[in-house]
Antibody, heavy 116, light 107 residues
Framework: EVQLVESGGGLVQPGGSLRLSCAAS????????MNWVRQTPGKGLEWVSY????????YDADSVKGRFTISRDNAKNSLYLQMSSLRAEDTAVYYC?????????WGKGTTVTVSS | EIVMTQSPASLSVSPGERATLSCRAS??????LAWYQQKPGQGPRLLIS???TRATGIPARFSGSGSGTEFTLTISSLQSEDFAVYYC?????????FGQGTRVEIK
């Protein structure tokens, strides 16, 4: 079964850091580009970051540029999102999603809350 | 950035009836448009890609149409499991952007 499982969410203070992980199974992870997408009640779904399978080219949303870093470890079938300088507006459910153009496989998400 | 606008924000439909959801892009996205379904507590599920191609396992009652800036998702005969929130997304340009969603509710 194709599956993505996110972990690493939690409560963090403004200005703090957090690292999210996404474990992939059921497919050849190294052959697919991957994304992080977040969802808040107020702003809906927001694409955050992308990493290409072939050369690890990265694209980031302007809202996270310079603060979030996407990376992958193909040997561990894992995707990561290192988040720093966190703000209240980064509070959201974070999903990892596989790219085939559209996002064809999604995880169930992990919740990040930025609050003092 | 390409702004995706969905209408209506919510739709009340009786089971067995037809539902028509719209999505408009602020500039052309060609046919690089996807539709997703999301139920409470779950991640979105891909329904349609390329504006009109059903994803694997998606029932034929779901159909997509349009190109350029105007797109439509039609659910021909709503089943109980179809009551959910539906999002469109363009994947023609960076940053990828989503519509704000249409909630399909039971009438």
């Amino acid at each position: 079964e194709v599956q993505l499982v996110e972990s690493g969410g939690g409560l963090v203070q403004p200005g703090g850091s957090l690292r999210l992980s996404c474990a992939a199974s059921g497919f050849t992870f190294s052959g697919y580009s991957m994304n992080w997408v977040r969802q808040t009640p107020g702003k809906g779904l927001e694409w955050v970051s992308y990493i290409r399978s072939s050369d690890s080219t990265v694209y980031d949303a302007d809202s996270v540029k310079g603060r979030f870093t996407i990376s992958r470890d193909n040997a561990k079938n894992s995707l990561y999102l290192q988040m720093s300088s966190l703000r209240a507006e980064d509070t959201a459910v974070y999903y990892c999603a596989r790219s085939v153009g559209p996002l064809d496989v999604w995880g169930k998400g992990t919740t990040v809350t930025v609050s003092s | 950035e390409i702004v995706m606008t969905q209408s209506p924000a919510s739709l009340s439909v009786s089971p067995g009836e037809r539902a028509t959801l719209s999505c408009r892009a602020s500039q052309s996205v060609s046919n690089n448009l996807a539709w997703y379904q999301q139920k409470p507590g779950q991640g979105p599920r891909l329904l349609i890609s390329g504006a009109s191609t059903r994803a694997t396992g998606i029932p034929a009652r779901f159909s997509g149409s349009g190109s350029g800036t105007e797109f439509t998702l039609t659910i021909s005969s709503l089943q109980s499991e179809d009551f959910a929130v539906y999002y469109c997304q363009q994947y023609n340009k960076w940053p990828r952007t989503f519509g704000q969603g249409t909630r399909v509710e039971i009438k």
